[in-house]
């Protein structure tokens, strides 16, 4: 018998046979495969995909993705690594391009920046007229999806893999909070301790029968086979061979490939059009066959007509074909355009591995299968995590029209800063009304709506003092920018201000077990007396920073914690509710309190001067120390007063219940006045963080990273006991990387993150935070870089293929003595 746990994996596309083979390379192998369409051809998505693999993405996690895609599929014999070629046909693309030159070093990939005439060499039947440069990346091709899936299916067969075709699913069994089944459409039930979706855009459909939520918007994309081609005729052998580089035209929204004599073409161009799952045609498996399946929808020429008038002006010898045939093939988008991975909160064995298309579809399986076998992925999945949404983020008006807003920015040149136009205005805190008539200029982040400055103090900027100003920016860095942040921190640093923290997320855990449950999760000793807060790390199995938090402890069975957002509200409950079903006596609930309360982070020298004027407490160092909490009154308001400081400056973060926030709100506004308080919004906190050296989760740390690679080792305390990666923190790996301090030496070029720095001439890290520090009067950005890079140091930065050099500086940039902090 098999001592493996019992796997069911729902769909056998590209991404459920690639699972069942991880699993099966780890030693599981007790695992079977349902599919409810026939075998090797499905009739999902991944049976009609292109199978265009191009692998430089901004995000560091897809592009790993895309790079083991692309290696497991060549070991396959399932790759043709013909290359990948995008084109800029206007200037803004091609300073895209040289972007993602940048972002191709950053991961290790050879990307390249081509001249028109080497474009041409790439591919000889691009418009020589429209080309202003390209980029290349040799290792890119075409992935044979179909064929995968069949090989996949007849090695883990051998393995022992079980696949049952033809089978539809109707339900998902569980008992005392865990899944135990898959009922099947003959009444019968398939035994199950671990059940993995892998359904793709029937995914809402699954996560429905097992109570999770899957926010994906099946959406129809274009895409056609032309005639034969002249200039491609009597090239290749096979039906849909190719040589030529794939090729994207994103300028017009539109990609190609060879087939053979022909090309085919895919079209993002056209209106979004969204799928119902309730109005797909139902074809029997047996009537399933390459142009006839659920996932491959009936063309709509008129939709298509002005992209094949580009592509002739674009591909000069298509003048001579015609649009030969035409399909709308469904593909799954999210509200952020990522997958969708990891268990249930609700449901412990059920996991998904939904919204994953070819190009990162090994990728995802191998990450799913690490995180089933070993506790742990290798590869960072913040931005992957099924549970990142907030829950307005859930409903189906939301998911729809965010996945149509992806569809047609997919190949949009996008700016890191730049918010979703819609739906805004979800959610705000009791400030915004005050925030609007003060000119607050709004970024969005989960649904929340963040002030990035205020036009209130434009005014101020004549008194801005000169060693404060900082010189003109270039065009890409000034977008999402004003001069206004710089007042806003140089009066934070020299006499006071309020900023909205209302939108970071925080939790109440409250209980008999709640010491215990954030001490086992936790790297802090949060054991101490009602009033403490404990700054301390979340850690995976691996002792991979899986979040940074604050703890404050409020009472002795009632604690507040700071989080970073809606998966650590998932990981607190799911543990939280095994801790309690495994001792009753240590029950603990975790309640997320965000939308009921409110916080203003008020910070600068004049700060107590400004809380003097509206509360009778002790808020001097004797009355309330740094890392402190207690309840106080604010004009009569309760408040809890937490001595934090994100920007490294005296003050509180001060909470209270939101229906009382406006008049806490402007209670300080009104005390603050002769003290020259301002509004202050995100883009003078990142600057005055980074100074300080405070980092950031999911930017410039992850999974992927431990406490002393991020200089976050403080923050550990091995001699607690046990606790979540303990072991592996216990073992001291040695350094692979270090986060590094970097200040840029031509004083004036600020870059945005995700650069690659060079060491010797060689790329060797990249950037996470960077800003202008307002403070220290130059450039400050936080880079991964090799452990032996130290202080002192000159490294380069690349910035849209320009090198511009930096020193990597001791760390922090301000208050190393904490004496302004302290107070």
């Known amino acids: 018998m098999s001592t493996t746990p019992r796997v069911v994996v729902i769909g056998a596309g590209i991404v459920g046979t690639n699972l069942a083979d991880e699993l099966v390379q780890r030693g599981w192998t007790d695992i079977t495969v349902l599919e409810q369409g026939p075998l090797p051809l499905p009739g999902g998505s991944t049976s009609h995909a292109p199978g265009l693999v191009y692998q430089t993405n901004p995000s560091r996690t897809m592009t790993r993705f895309a790079t083991y895609t692309v290696e497991k599929l060549l070991s396959l014999g399932c790759f043709n690594q013909v290359g990948g070629l995008e084109v800029a046909t206007t200037p803004e693309r091609l300073e895209e391009l040289k972007r993602k030159v940048g972002w191709a070093a950053s991961w290790g990939l050879p990307g390249r920046l081509l001249t028109p005439e080497e474009v041409l060499e790439q591919h000889p039947l691009v418009n020589p007229e429209m080309v202003l440069g390209g980029y290349h990346v040799p290792t890119d091709g075409l992935a044979l999806a179909a064929r995968a899936v069949q090989v996949l299916v007849e090695r883990t067969s051998r393995a022992g893999v079980t696949y049952r075709a033809e089978t539809t699913v109707t339900g998902i069994e569980r008992a005392n909070g865990r899944v135990t089944g898959v009922t099947v459409a ?22 429905e029968l097992a109570g999770m939520p899957c926010p994906l918007q099946p959406l129809a994309h274009q895409y056609v086979f032309t005639s034969a081609v002249p200039e491609l005729v009597g090239r290749h052998d096979a039906p849909n061979g190719a040589t030529l580089p794939i090729l994207r035209h994103q300028d017009a929204d539109l990609y190609y490939r060879e087939w053979g004599d022909r090309i085919g073409i895919g079209s993002y161009a056209h209106r979004p059009i969204p799928v119902d799952l309730e109005e797909l045609p139902r074809w029997a498996p047996r009537d399933i066959a390459h142009d006839r399946m659920p996932s491959r929808l009936e ?46 909160p609700d449901l412990a064995g059920f996991w998904v591995a939904e919204a994953v298309w070819v190009t990162h579809s090994s990728g995802v399986a191998k990450a799913v299968a690490e995180l089933l076998v070993e506790g742990a992925s290798e590869t960072d999945l913040h931005g992957c995590e099924a549970t990142r949404f907030e829950d307005v983020q859930l409903s189906r008006e939301y998911v729809e029209e965010t996945g149509k807003q992806n569809f047609v920015e997919i190949y949009d040149v996008l700016h890191p800063l730049q918010p979703r136009e819609s739906p805004r205005d979800l959610r705000v805190s009791p400030f915004h009304s005050r925030e609007r008539e003060l000119g607050a200029f709004f970024l969005e982040g989960h649904a929340w709506e963040r002030p990035h400055w205020y036009e209130s103090n434009a005014a101020l900027l004549d008194e801005l003092p000169e060693q404060w100003r900082e010189p003109e920016r270039e065009p890409w860095a000034a977008r999402y920018h004003s001069p206004v942040a710089a007042v806003e921190a140089w009066r934070t640093r020299t006499a006071v201000a309020m900023y909205d923290m209302t939108p970071l997320a925080r939790v109440t855990v409250e209980g008999p077990g709640a010491a215990a449950l954030l001490q086992r999760l936790s790297t802090g000793n949060v054991l101490r007396k009602p009033g403490a807060v404990t700054y301390c790390l979340l850690l995976d199995g691996k002792g991979g920073i899986r979040s940074d938090i604050t703890v404050a402890r409020l009472d002795e069975e009632l604690f507040q914690a700071g989080i970073n957002g809606a998966v650590d509200v998932a990981y607190l409950c799911a543990e939280a509710k095994r801790q309690s079903a495994e001792d009753p006596t240590a029950w603990v609930r975790v309640r997320d309190i965000t939308a009921e309360t409110c916080c203003i982070g008020l910070w600068g020298p004049k700060a107590r001067e400004v809380m003097a004027k509206v509360s009778r407490d002790d808020l001097s160092n004797d009355g309330l120390k ?195 902090i302290r107070g």
Not at 186 to 207: E, K, L, Q, R
Not at 301 to 324: K, Y
């Open 186 to 207: 003959d009444g019968s039930t398939v035994p199950a301790d671990v059940v993995v979706s892998c359904a793709g855009f029937w995914g809402p459909a699954i996560g």
């Open 299 to 344: 063309f709509t020429p008129e939709d298509f007509a002005p992209q094949w008038e580009e592509s002739r002006r674009f591909l000069p010898s298509l003048r001579g074909s015609e649009v030969a045939e035409g399909f709308n093939g469904i593909f799954s988008f999210t509200p952020d355009g990522g997958p969708l991975i990891g268990e249930s």
């Open 626 to 820: 740094y890392f402190r909490t207690k309840q106080i009154r604010v004009g009569g308001l309760r408040v809890t007063a937490m001595r934090l400081s994100y920007v490294g400056e005296l003050g509180w973060e001060l909470y209270t219940t939101a229906d009382q926030g406006l008049r806490l709100w402007d209670l300080l506004a009104e005390a603050g006045r002769e003290h020259g308080i301002v509004p202050a919004g995100r883009a003078a906190f990142n600057s005055l963080r980074l100074e300080k050296g405070y980092r950031a989760w999911g930017t410039d740390m992850t999974t992927e990273h431990t406490p002393v690679e991020a200089g976050l080792d403080f923050a550990v305390k091995k001699d607690k006991g046990e606790f979540v990666g303990s072991a592996a923190v216990a073992a001291e790996p040695p350094a692979r990387r270090r986060l590094r301090c970097l200040t840029v030496d031509d004083g004036r070029t600020v870059v945005l993150g995700k650069e690659p720095v060079f060491v010797d001439g060689v790329p060797a890290g990249y950037v996470t935070s960077a800003a202008w520090g307002y403070t220290v009067g130059r450039p400050v950005a936080y880079a991964w870089l090799p452990p032996e890079v130290t202080e002192g140091d000159t490294v380069e930065i690349l910035y849209h293929c320009e090198r511009v050099p930096a020193t990597v500086s001791a760390e922090p940039l301000v208050d190393p003595g904490m004496e302004r």
